[in-house]
Nanobody, 117 residues
């Protein structure tokens, strides 16, 4: 079964950095695929961070995320990445990536990021 898979989460201290990765288990990112990153903090709704198109590398961000995140993709490794620097406790959440292909969206299981103060 083809499914996105996130990795790179963990428990860190405030001010630390993490880079999350998203790859496709059993498949690859290709062509017009769009990769999106979301997060869901405890007790809050899931929110979109931003998206990147696979071939073109065009990026779009939620307004509240624009200055805080820089999504990119490693074309040769076939992975999308979400670097996170200067993490704060309010960054604790489950982070998800999705693969959208032909209007169908596939969700990864998520990776937990916990930031202690």
């Amino acid at each position: 079964q083809v499914q996105p898979a996130e990795s790179g989460g963990g428990v860190v201290q405030a001010g630390d950095s993490l880079t999350l990765s998203c790859s496709v288990s059993g498949g690859t990112f290709v062509g017009d695929d769009m990769v999106a990153w979301y997060r869901q903090a405890p007790g809050k709704e899931r929110e979109v961070i931003g998206t990147i198109t696979w071939d073109a590398g065009s990026r779009h961000y939620a307004d509240s995320m624009r200055s805080r995140f820089n999504i990119y993709r490693n074309y040769h490794e076939n992975r999308a990445r979400l670097p996170m620097n200067g993490l704060r406790p309010d960054g604790s959440a489950i982070y998800y990536c999705t693969q959208q292909r032909c209007s169908v969206v596939y969700w990864g299981p998520g990776t937990q990021v916990s930031v202690s103060s």
